[in-house]
């Protein structure tokens, strides 16, 4: 067959367990082969096995995978040459030293593309997936929001025209517009009909949208409520939680962002923000988490002026405000296992003894939907949707009264996103956790008392920021 076969394929894990086992699947030239199923099913290690990129501790224990017909040995020269790869964690994926245009001239370069048509190449990549090369190719990925960088590794992904392309949640971070910039290049691919293109999505409209057939990995998982944590229900708000005045900001490379922002958050209260990629969404809550420099502006936690810089709030704001970043492989330590991510906010702003750390780990992870055996683990070892839960664990281990919670479900199958909501629905009615949300998601926004749009960015600064009731 012309195309990839893969058959029998198992890999196991440190104790020689499997991870997936006895997987089967072909994919023609010309056609998407859809890997669905939920969080943890193994759908990466899936992709990353056929590629003969397994991480350290897993084993491809038996099976065969062919390429046009012929025994595939994936080295990385062949990878280099072949194959076109974006992974769940793009921003991360990015070398942090190299511009946008280099990232795409890379595989330009392994593909033997000539030399004096690269800049060209690299431009119409980037072109295509909806960046200007005159804003974005001189860009860092520190300069990039999350839907940005993850267009610029889609620009890398498809810019050589692989023989092979692989897309692990191609579209997570993408505004709708985006998304269907992404959708219909990867459906010209098909239309092509010169290479095989894998999918790992989340996103029913994207699979059904572009695929041929659908491998599903992982049983389906009856839906439980776990107990909220404990530590959730420590603070309880009088007054407006959060009061923002005239909050403006600058990206990283000074340029004005955003520009007179108000807002207020009541108790129990979620509020979702939503815009296309680039207009500073990531960059609000990363500011109203102290992390990044406010240029003017003023706020109110809990009744008392809140310091803009994080190294200035004392121990009640720094409890108070808890952050889930976009990028969880980045915001987590990867020498460092889970548990001790988790015991680390309990022991130093919750203030418990050792042995209601360890029984309230156990809660939290339980409470995201993920087994105890989790806190063993190291994030490498985990999946994007698994990571994901586990800095949501994180943010609520000590009781915050105002999550702000930056693309949540992204990474997870609806039915995990759905138990993850409701556990936020369950706190904010319990515990009055007041949760502002940063989201592309229609499902999320449809959970939210309020939405707050935030237009493109524009010369002038003057930004339309409306809060819509």
Same mark, same amino acid.
């Given at each position: ?6 058959? @029998? +394929? ?21 056609? &998407? ?17 056929? *590629? ?73 990549? *980037?072109?295509?997936? !909806? ?14 929001? !999350? ?6 590794? %889609? ?55 572009? +695929?041929?057939?659908?491998?599903? %990995?992982? =049983? ?25 005045? @005239? ?25 979702? &923000? %939503? ?48 952050? #889930? ?26 203030? %418990?003894?050792? =042995?209601?750390? /360890? ?6 992870? =339980?409470? #995201?939907? *993920? ?18 839960? #586990? ?18 479900? /992204? ?21 009055? +956790? ?36």
């Amino acid at each position: 067959m012309s195309g990839l076969t893969v058959s @029998g +394929l198992t890999v196991t894990g440190r104790t020689g367990a499997a991870v997936i086992g006895d997987v089967d699947l072909s994919v023609a030239r010309g056609e &998407v082969l859809a890997l669905v199923g939920p969080s943890g099913a193994g759908k990466t290690t899936l992709l990353r096995a056929v *590629l003969g990129e397994l991480p350290p501790g897993l084993v491809r224990a038996a099976g065969r995978v062919e390429w046009d017909g012929a025994p595939l040995r994936a080295t990385r020269r062949w990878r280099r040459r072949h194959v076109g790869y974006l992974g769940q964690d793009p921003a991360s994926a990015l070398h942090p030293l190299l511009t946008a245009r280099a990232a795409v001239l890379e595989p330009l370069r392994a593909a033997g593309t000539p030399r004096a048509g690269r800049p060209a190449c690299a431009e119409r990549a *980037l072109t295509e997936v !909806g960046l200007d090369p005159a804003e974005f190719a001189g860009r860092l990925p520190h300069q990039l929001s !999350g839907g940005q960088a993850q267009r610029v590794a %889609l620009a890398r992904a498809l810019a050589a025209d692989p023989d092979l392309l692989v897309l692990d949640e191609p579209t997570s971070a993408l505004d709708p517009a985006a998304l269907e910039t992404a959708v219909a290049l990867i459906r010209r691919r098909r239309a092509e009909g010169r290479s095989v293109t894998l999918v790992v999505s989340h996103d029913d409209s994207v699979v059904a949208g572009l +695929l041929d057939r659908v491998v599903r %990995l992982g =049983a389906t998982r009856s839906a439980t409520r776990p107990a909220a944590p404990r530590g959730a229900a420590r603070m309880r708000p009088a007054g407006a939680v959060l009061t923002v005045r @005239g909050l403006s900001l600058d990206r990283p490379d000074g340029a004005p962002l955003l520009g007179g922002v108000d807002v207020t958050i009541a108790p129990g209260e979620f509020v979702a &923000v %939503l815009g296309p990629s680039g207009c500073g969404k990531s960059t609000l809550l990363r500011a109203l988490a102290g992390l990044h420099p406010v240029r003017a502006g003023s706020a109110v936690l809990l009744g008392e002026p809140l310091p803009w810089p994080v190294r200035d709030r004392n121990a009640r704001a720094l409890r108070a405000l808890a952050l #889930v970043a976009q990028d969880p492989l980045a915001a987590l330590n990867p020498a460092r296992p889970v548990a001790a991510a988790l015991r680390r906010p309990l022991r130093l702003l919750g203030g %418990l003894g050792r =042995a209601a750390v /360890t029984a309230e780990v156990n809660r939290l992870l =339980a409470a #995201v939907g *993920l087994p105890a055996e989790t806190a063993r683990r190291y994030p490498a070892a985990l999946s994007g949707g698994q990571r994901q839960r #586990v800095a949501l664990a994180r943010a609520l281990a000590a009781g915050p009264v105002l999550l702000l919670a930056d693309e949540i479900t /992204t990474a997870l199958d609806a039915e995990t996103a759905e138990q993850v909501l409701d556990l936020l629905d369950g706190l904010r009615r319990d515990t009055a +956790l007041a949760v502002l949300a940063v989201t592309h998601d229609k499902t999320v926004a449809a959970r939210a008392d309020r939405v707050l749009r935030i237009d493109r960015p524009m010369i002038d600064d003057r930004r339309k920021t409306t809060d819509v009731q």
